[in-house]
């Protein structure tokens, strides 16, 4: 016959005695969050962002002093009511069950606890997707491996840095051109996904000017973790507007005519500096200016068009600069990975020109 252990019931001192200390431990985690310096760990430059702070302060409060009971009752309730020495080897422990009151109770408070949690949590995310849009209009786009921007009146694409006027609205249309990135911005702690063929708008308005980086949150390639090169500087109105009309005047020349994905492109014309430009721009983080097997993500490009060792492209066609320009126009798939075409790369055909004319030149 297996034989119940005598064992008392009742919790006893140590266990009140317990309870008090988890609790000391428990209030002095929570006041560590409600104090904790955030702010100096990351700065927060929109309001949802501070909303977010105040929220995490109360979730890290509240799990930590979860996390301190949890654990504290575990490890008393091991100790204390763990098998004895004395214990014969089949004993089993006090056999408890139904307790209406605490069972209620138990359910009651995490129930709570997560409709807080789901209605604090849907008033930020409606003010940052929900609100309606105003103030200025920017897109961006991700792509492997950057994120590109357009505003209204500067033409075609600027990189490396996005420019903000401080306290204005901001209504940021994010997509994508190949695969699924995500655009995060830790000073906004704010984080959405950007996605081929749907555009997702969010709405903020930053107020404090500054450089914050801009992070690609979503593993998309080989070079996924190069994504955190960009940079989101927040200015002035005077500082902004200098910038803007700096840009216009700079993407002056840039076509904002759409790239063909077919037919011949006229290369005639083609000017090797303007190429080089956007060789840096939109190239070199694929591709090394050495030679061929001098392998980024795709081959090395010096001397592309004129190495005897290389008579052909990757895609078989003899290498020419009429047969670079397709591989530029159309993108190619070969062993090495893929080639992104004109439409993914943002090039029209006057930047196909300009960049074949480029390739042409090294030697
Ligand atoms: C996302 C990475 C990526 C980007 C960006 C990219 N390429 Fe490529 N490129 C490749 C890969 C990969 C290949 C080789 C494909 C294969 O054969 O597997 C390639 C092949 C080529 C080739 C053929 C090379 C040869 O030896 O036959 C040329 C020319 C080329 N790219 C030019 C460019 C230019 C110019 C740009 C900028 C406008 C550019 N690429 C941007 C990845 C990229
Ligand atoms: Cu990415």
Redesign the pocket.
């Known amino acids: 016959m297996v034989e119940q252990k005598a064992q008392a019931t009742s919790l006893g001192r140590g266990f009140w005695i317990a309870t008090a200390v988890m609790a000391v431990a428990a209030v002095a985690g929570a006041i560590y969050w409600v104090y904790a310096p955030i702010e100096s760990w990351v700065p927060s430059i929109i309001l949802t962002a501070h909303q977010v702070d105040v929220f995490f302060r109360f979730l890290a409060a509240v799990g930590t002093a979860i996390y301190v009971f949890v654990v504290g009752y575990i490890v008393y309730f091991t100790i204390v009511f763990g098998a004895k020495k004395t214990d014969p080897p089949d004993a089993i422990g006090v056999q408890i069950h139904d307790n209406h009151k605490l069972e209620f109770w138990w359910t009651f408070f995490p129930t709570l606890l997560v409709v807080i949690i789901a209605i604090v949590s849907y008033l930020i995310w409606a003010e940052i997707i929900l609100k309606p849009a105003s103030g200025v209009v920017v897109e961006a786009i991700g792509?492997?491996?950057n994120f590109t921007f357009r505003y209204p009146q500067i033409n075609g694409e600027v990189t490396d840095e996005i420019h903000l006027p401080v306290n204005v609205p901001v209504t940021l249309n994010l997509t994508s051109s190949?695969v699924i990135h995500s655009f995060w911005v830790p000073a906004m702690r704010l984080k959405n996904d950007t996605i081929p063929g749907m555009v997702t708008a969010i709405k903020f308005t930053p107020y404090r000017t500054g450089r914050y980086p801009i992070i690609c949150a979503q593993f998309c390639?080989?070079?996924h973790s190069t994504m955190n090169k960009q940079v989101l500087v927040v200015e002035d109105e005077a500082s902004f507007n200098a910038w803007y009309h700096g840009m216009q005047l700079k993407n002056a020349h840039v076509s904002n005519a759409l790239p063909s994905t077919s037919g011949t492109i006229a290369l005639t014309g083609g000017d090797a500096a303007a190429?080089q430009a956007?060789?840096s721009?939109?190239?070199?983080?694929?591709?090394a200016l050495g030679p061929?097997d001098q392998?980024?993500?795709?081959?090395?490009?010096r001397g592309?068009?004129h190495d005897p060792k290389?008579p052909?492209?990757?895609?078989g066609d003899p290498?020419t600069p009429e047969n670079?320009a397709k591989?530029?126009q159309q993108?190619?798939?070969?062993?090495?990975?893929?080639?992104?075409n004109?439409t993914?790369?943002g090039?029209s055909d006057k930047?196909?020109a300009n960049?074949?004319a480029?390739?042409n030149s090294l030697k």
């Open positions: 792509h492997q491996f190949d390639g080989t070079l190429g956007l060789f721009q939109k190239c070199s983080a694929c591709h061929f392998k980024i993500v795709g081959p090395g490009l592309v068009l290389h052909t492209l990757v895609d290498a670079a591989i530029l993108g190619f798939t070969g062993p090495m990975g893929t080639m992104p004109a993914t790369n090039l930047d196909i960049v074949v480029y390739l």
